[in-house]
């Protein structure tokens, strides 16, 4: 028996709480782990709080991200003792999560935890920061170097927007952070951005090409952000899009595209490949400042899981937040 975060949905109606969970109904895999820390993503959120379909078997154990150790493994890459990471693969919306004390899952999902990193570490970069460093690979596939102008991020308070900001400052570029949180402008200066702006600059109606200022984009939010940001992306520019806070749509044009050359870089981490993960992972291991890590996480316990994915899309969260399983 292990305690976990299961979300149930009877015909009574929804419910997610803390349980213990017969081991014996964990799915079919060829590893079995411990989970030490878990974290909490925008997918958590909403589907902890049900705020979107994105549970689609009943009952669910959710937790997208997980990081521990090894205890039963029939895959020949992987033995009892060792330390993992997993991210995505459908883990937490068609198959039972990493918000749980155990998970079966498959080898061929998980990457090796990197010797820079605890696992508490690794949970507080998760998914979402795992994203922002395949954003910085996208940009840099590109060609974008740090002499080339400044690099917008939006959303830049969450999870994705901070890690994103405290690499692209590491590495040396201008960033410009958009949120809508501008009592946290010291924090961002912290993180590496050198500009705050309002995120009411993009979110508005704007015209199809706008006055060219960046170079990059890493964008967390989707809809008409993206295509403000799209339309003031410099010439030959490049925008990476992982993100839908503010919505799914994109009511632009194509003239950023035809005239200004723009490139719109789309970026999946959920079914990513593994030599994809394990290059964002090693960077990660370079180029992410432990202490500005540090200063964007918060560790609550399992317990207090729901509670925080509640206040997270409540917009009361900045940064990451671990899980101590």
Known sequence: MFKAV????????????LQTVDEAGLPPGDVLVRVEHSTLNYKDGLAI?????VVRAWPMIAGIDGAGTVLESSHPDWKPGDRFIHNGWGVGETRWGCLAERARLLGDWLVPLPAAFTSLQAMAIGTAGYT??????????HGLKPGDGEVLVTGATGGVGSVAVALL??????????????????????????????????????????????????????????????????????????????GFDLPGTVMPFILRGVTLAGIDSVMAPLAARRQAWARLAMDLDPAKLASITEVVPLSDAI??????????????????I
């Not at 299961?6 to 709480?17: Q, R, V, Y």
């Not at 709080?49 to 379909?53: G, L, Q, R």
């Not at 509670?307 to 101590?324: D, N, P």
Request: contains cysteine.
């Open 169 to 246: 400052g590491r590495l040396g570029y201008r960033v410009t952070a958009a949120t809508g949180k501008l009592d946290e402008t010291e924090y961002l200066h912290s993180l590496g951005a050198t500009c705050v702006i309002d995120r009411a600059e993009l979110s508005a109606a704007g015209k199809p090409l706008q006055k060219e200022r960046w170079a990059g984009v890493v964008d967390a939010v989707g809809s008409q952000s993206l295509a403000n940001a799209l339309a003031q992306t410099r010439y030959g520019g490049v925008v990476a899009a992982c993100g839908l806070a503010q």
């Open 6 to 17: 299961l979300l149930e949905k009877p015909e009574a109606g929804f419910s997610a709480s």
């Open 49 to 53: 709080t049900n705020k979107s379909p």
């Open 307 to 324: 509670t925080k994915a509640q206040a997270l899309m409540e917009g009361q969260v900045r940064g990451r937040i671990a899980v101590q």
């Open 132 to 141: 922002a460093m395949l954003c910085v690979l996208a940009l840099e596939r």
